[in-house]
């Protein structure tokens, strides 16, 4: 299974999304997908927070982000975040596939720039698949791979359909269309 990448090397990445982040706030990626309050989010990957702690704002008190990594200072980073800004509806869990969550519990989860990293990908989206309400949403992005190498990527599976686009999102649903284009959400 994945490793998580040495200490140094998470911190140069978390150096490198607060730039990222300067140019385009992750609230605005979020736009394109269905958040409400009440929400129940699972960023799956969540590194340093960028978007943990975007959703966490949009799904207020009524709603839950679980924020999950494989690496101990990205739980450590986005439990340390939450903290300052107040945010109770945020839970961190460690985990490099496993969630904890109950069957049909979440509305939304992020797979956001970790599908190229992942070495057993089909596991992360069976589980994913697991925890996702009959109606919820996967929303993917991953700049390091082309379209068609996410759509294969996830509809290949058999387990997700695609249900639209966005500018900066790919957002699926569970289904076994492979590839279908039929919905935009
Ligand atoms: C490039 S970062 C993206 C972080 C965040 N999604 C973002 O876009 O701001 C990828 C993250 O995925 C985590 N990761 C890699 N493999 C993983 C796995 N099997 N399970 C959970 N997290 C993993 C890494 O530790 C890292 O924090």
């Not at 200072?73 to 800004?85: F, G, N, Q, T, Y």
């Not at 519990?105 to 698949?129: G, N, Q, R, T, W």
């Not at 697991?130 to 990527?153: C, F, K, M, Q, Y």
């Not at 996830?154 to 639209?164: H, Q, S």
Request: net charge neutral; charged share 25%.
């Amino acid at each position: 299974m994945d490793k998580p990448v040495s200490d140094a090397n998470f911190r140069l990445m978390a150096l490198g999304f607060k730039f990222r982040d300067r140019s385009l706030q992750r609230r605005k990626v979020l736009e394109e997908v269905d958040i409400k309050p009440g929400s129940y989010i699972l960023d799956y990957g969540c590194g340093p927070g960028s978007y943990s702690l975007a959703a966490a704002e949009m799904v207020g008190k009524s709603g839950k982000v679980y924020a999950l990594d494989i690496h101990p200072l990205a739980i450590e980073m986005v439990r340390d975040k939450a903290s300052r800004k107040g945010l109770a509806n945020l839970v961190a869990i460690h985990s490099d596939c496993a969630t904890g969550l109950p069957d049909e519990s979440i509305d939304v989860a992020f797979l956001y720039d970790i599908f190229h990293e992942l070495s057993s990908p089909d596991k992360i989206l069976a589980e994913l698949h697991r925890v996702l309400r009959p109606d919820g949403v996967l929303s993917v992005n991953d700049h390091h791979l082309a379209e068609p190498e996410i759509l294969a990527g996830v509809t290949g599976t058999g387990l997700f359909r695609l249900l639209g686009k966005g500018k900066w999102v790919y957002n699926f649903t569970k289904g076994g269309a492979k590839g279908g284009h039929d919905a935009e959400r």
